[in-house]
């Protein structure tokens, strides 16, 4: 059975039409109520099935149904904001692609593979990403792949890839990170934070991106490779 997304931005929409239809409902159905109880009040009848609604009544039930409203609004405004995309979005698995294609397209252009929408990078990586035994980073690799999360680990800016100098350089306060994210300068504490990853049968790319895994404290270097020419941020 196909699995159906829906962003934040559909669900808000949803509850938004849904209270709005709510608030007309009760809105029209205590105004029709009102007006038959003044009716038939006019005319000396008792109303059938319900007591007489006196205009002050409803007024008040008019304000506390609005009241109501606004909170099942303001809550389920909240809920939608903070629902994660259920297929495709950050805070998912990713499918970023076949694995071949991945590298083929870092081959091909030199630089780490971006995907966008999950925020982050795939660099190619052959190497061991936890040489020290009190960094924990099983998972981060598969098949000569690792996943980089895009934001910087000193104040969270987007972290560019800069081709002339292969490394990662923080246009915000200068902190650089090297082809595997691991720190070089700067002020950020520690390397590029990284993600989870599997390729199933099929040789899709899955990238867990739920759970954020720590970069490596400073001083960890697996490339000992300087930097390859000039840097971008000066
Ligand atoms: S946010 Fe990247 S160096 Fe400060």
Not at 81 to 104: H, M, R, T
Not at 133 to 152: F, H, K, N, S, W
Not at 153 to 172: A, I, N
Request: a positive charge.
């Amino acid at each position: 059975m196909p699995v159906v997304a829906i962003s934040s931005g559909v669900l808000a929409a949803i509850v938004a039409v849904v209270v709005v239809d709510l608030f007309a409902i009760v809105f029209g159905l205590s105004f029709v109520r009102a007006r038959r109880a003044e009716r038939a009040a006019a005319a000396g009848l008792p109303l059938p099935g319900a007591k007489p609604v006196s205009r002050r009544d409803f007024f008040r039930r008019s304000l506390l149904a609005s009241l109501g409203i606004f909170a099942a609004q303001f809550g389920g405004g909240t809920i939608a904001f903070l629902w994660p995309n259920l297929k495709g979005g950050f805070g998912s698995v990713i499918n970023a692609g076949k694995l071949e294609d991945i590298k083929a397209a870092i081959s091909s252009s030199g630089e780490p593979y971006y995907f966008g929408a999950g925020r982050f990078y795939i660099v190619a990586y052959d190497g061991k990403p936890s040489p020290e035994a009190d960094y924990a980073a099983e998972g981060v690799t598969a098949q000569g792949i690792m996943p980089l999360y895009q934001r910087c680990v000193h104040l969270g800016c987007r972290v560019p890839f800069c081709k002339q100098s292969q490394w990662f350089e923080c246009p915000c306060h200068g902190s650089k990170y090297n082809t595997a994210g691991e720190y070089k300068l700067g002020p950020a504490p520690r390397g590029l934070d990284r993600f989870a990853v599997e390729i199933t049968e099929a040789g899709d790319v899955m990238v867990d991106t739920s759970r954020i895994i720590l970069g490596p404290p400073r001083g960890v270097d697996t490339l000992g490779k300087p930097q390859a020419g000039p840097f971008c941020v000066v």
